[in-house]
């Protein structure tokens, strides 16, 4: 496709579910970023991959949070035992390269999110 | 850690007139790029500019440019001949250069643009 995406757009859960937010990067693209954004808020960073390797998940908030992208494309957020401060947009991003790169290279370009809403 | 501060959380501009937002930020690194997303109400993040911290010219794109003051650590943009379409939340965010690929982001500034 054109752009990142993300699915479900929405999901409501109910407290102690697990859910599993997918990102879909821009074809070729080697770095994929997740963040964390409240509303009125700045994205909070979770964690990044290049290719298949999680390069740093010192965003992650506790051990309840997992991300993997097994083939270096898609890419999975997934929070277990879900609980209601875990409800916010959550976002990806893709830049085509890693580190010393272009402007154009280096460009984080954002999904549209999806927004969790735990009860 | 670094920290980005973005100290107006609303500013708004008559629409063909210049507006100014303001980014501050702290790191103890000497190399690193600063960027400005704009967020309109769709809630895409959108890149609007760039600027590497080892280059002393301004970065400028169209209708804007930035005022990088290295020393003070600081970032602002400037949006000339404001337009409707400007009206956005704008976030500063901060990369260094060596250590990483994680993004700092500050907490946004709210633009209306007056018609």
């Known amino acids: 496709g054109a752009g990142v995406s993300q699915s479900p757009r929405y999901k409501v859960t109910k407290r102690g579910q697990d859910v599993a937010l997918r990102c879909d990067p821009i074809?070729?693209?080697?770095?994929l970023y997740w963040y964390r954004q409240a509303l009125g808020q700045g994205p909070e960073f979770l964690t990044y991959f290049n290719y298949e390797a999680q390069q740093d998940k010192s965003g992650l908030p506790n051990d309840r949070f997992s991300a993997e992208r097994p083939e270096g494309s898609i890419s999975t957020l997934t929070i277990q035992r879900t609980e209601q401060r875990d409800s916010a947009m959550y976002r990806c991003?893709?830049?085509?390269?890693?580190?010393?790169?272009?402007?154009?290279?280096?460009?984080?370009?954002f999904g549209p999110g999806t927004r969790l809403l735990v009860l | 850690a670094q920290t980005v501060t973005q100290s107006q959380p609303e500013m708004s501009v008559q629409e063909a007139e210049t507006v100014t937002l303001s980014c501050t930020y702290d790191?103890?690194?000497?190399?690193?790029?600063l960027f400005w997303y704009k967020q309109p109400p769709s809630r895409q993040m959108i890149l609007v500019i760039r600027q590497e911290a080892y280059k002393q010219q301004n970065a400028t794109e169209n209708r804007f440019s930035v005022n990088f003051q290295k020393a003070a650590k600081s970032f602002s943009l400037k949006i000339s001949d404001s337009q409707l379409g400007d009206a956005a939340m704008y976030f500063c965010a901060y990369r260094a250069f060596f250590s990483g690929n994680q993004f700092y982001f500050g907490t946004g500034t709210s633009l209306t643009v007056i018609p």
């Open positions: 074809s070729g693209h080697v770095s």
């Open positions: 790191t103890s690194e000497s190399d690193y790029y």
């Open positions: 991003a893709s830049s085509l390269a890693p580190g010393l790169a272009s402007t154009a290279q280096e460009t984080q370009y």
